[in-house]
């Protein structure tokens, strides 16, 4: 999995970066930042494309 190809990755212009605008409440957080995993468990492959397969 990959940051850049998430749903949730975007830019924010207030910090002028890209960060992760996933909404997580502060146990979710919590449970986020110390979870030891391999991948992000909120990840959701972002296809700008899936609206337009849809029409079709």
């Known amino acids: 999995m990959n940051c850049e190809s998430c749903e949730y990755y975007d830019y924010d212009e207030e910090y ?3 960060i992760c605008k996933i909404n997580l409440d502060e146990d979710e ?3 986020f930042l110390t979870k030891n995993t391999k991948g992000c468990p909120y990840y959701k ?3 700008e494309y899936k609206s337009v397969r849809r029409q079709n």
């Open 16 to 18: 002028e970066q890209y």
């Open 29 to 31: 957080y919590l449970k």
């Open 45 to 47: 492959y972002y296809d």
